[in-house]
């Protein structure tokens, strides 16, 4: 990584640019590593070399920040970065809904999720199981509910992930109805 970093310094001394996609491969190589205030530090560098982050770099840090647990973090920088006029992607809510229901914000990540579509945005199959099997680790059977009926009626079917954790809820909630009619609904 330090080998990467020190080539990217001989490149801007030899009068290159660097590109955003350049940027955006270090980005990610130091939020893998878990690195964040490197990752961060390269980020604001791009502006010094006359670039402007893309929807990727910002989707590559919000991973990065909720990767670490920094949910609320990750939802502040996506915040700050609209309010720059950034346009965040159907990845970019994806990424920020699946962190913060792993780190237990499954009402964070409910309100963001009814944001999506106020910023002309539709979401897809993938956005709605994840925000699904949030609601069911997290015990929010009705809403579950609610947003599988939302997605087979947009035409989306649960994944294997999703039907999973139904399975595994029912297997340990003796026979609860909400769930058993959960489950009948994904499968169809």
Same mark, same amino acid.
């Given at each position: 990584?330090?080998?990467?970093?020190?080539?990217?310094?001989?490149?801007?001394?030899?009068?290159?640019?660097?590109?955003?996609?350049?940027?955006?491969?270090?980005?990610?190589?130091?939020?893998?590593?878990?690195?964040?205030?490197?990752?961060?530090?390269?980020?604001?560098?791009?502006?010094?070399?006359?670039?402007? +982050?893309?929807? #990727? $770099?910002?989707?590559? =840090? @919000?991973? /990065? *920040? %909720?990767?670490?647990?920094?949910?609320?973090? !990750? &939802?502040?920088?996506?915040?700050?970065?609209?309010?720059?006029?950034?346009? +965040?992607?159907? #990845? $970019?809510?994806?990424? =920020? @809904?699946? /962190? *913060? %229901?792993?780190?237990?914000?499954?009402?964070? !990540? &409910?309100?963001?999720?009814?944001?999506?579509?106020?910023?002309?945005?539709? +979401?897809?199959?993938? $956005?709605?199981?994840?925000?699904?099997? /949030?609601?069911?680790?997290?015990?929010?059977?009705?809403? !579950?509910?609610?947003?599988?009926?939302?997605?087979?009626?947009?035409?989306?079917?649960?994944?294997?992930? $999703?039907?999973?954790?139904?399975?595994?809820?029912?297997?340990?909630?003796?026979?609860?109805?909400?769930?058993?009619?959960?489950?009948?609904?994904?499968?169809?």
């Amino acid at each position: 990584m330090d080998g990467a970093l020190a080539m990217l310094n001989t490149i801007r001394s030899k009068k290159i640019m660097p590109t955003s996609y350049t940027y955006n491969i270090l980005v990610n190589a130091y939020c893998r590593e878990l690195k964040m205030d490197i990752a961060m530090d390269i980020y604001r560098n791009m502006a010094s070399d006359g670039l402007s +982050p893309t929807v #990727v $770099t910002h989707n590559i =840090l @919000l991973h /990065g *920040l %909720c990767q670490l647990g920094k949910s609320m973090e !990750a &939802l502040t920088f996506f915040y700050k970065i609209q309010g720059l006029g950034h346009e +965040p992607n159907i #990845v $970019t809510y994806e990424t =920020l @809904l699946g /962190g *913060l %229901c792993k780190n237990h914000y499954v009402d964070k !990540a &409910l309100s963001l999720f009814r944001t999506i579509e106020c910023n002309g945005l539709i +979401p897809e199959s993938n $956005t709605y199981n994840i925000i699904i099997r /949030g609601c069911l680790r997290s015990k929010k059977y009705d809403e !579950a509910c609610k947003l599988v009926e939302k997605m087979v009626d947009c035409g989306f079917s649960s994944d294997a992930a $999703t039907t999973s954790v139904l399975r595994h809820l029912l297997l340990s909630k003796a026979q609860d109805p909400t769930l058993v009619a959960l489950y009948q609904k994904c499968l169809h």
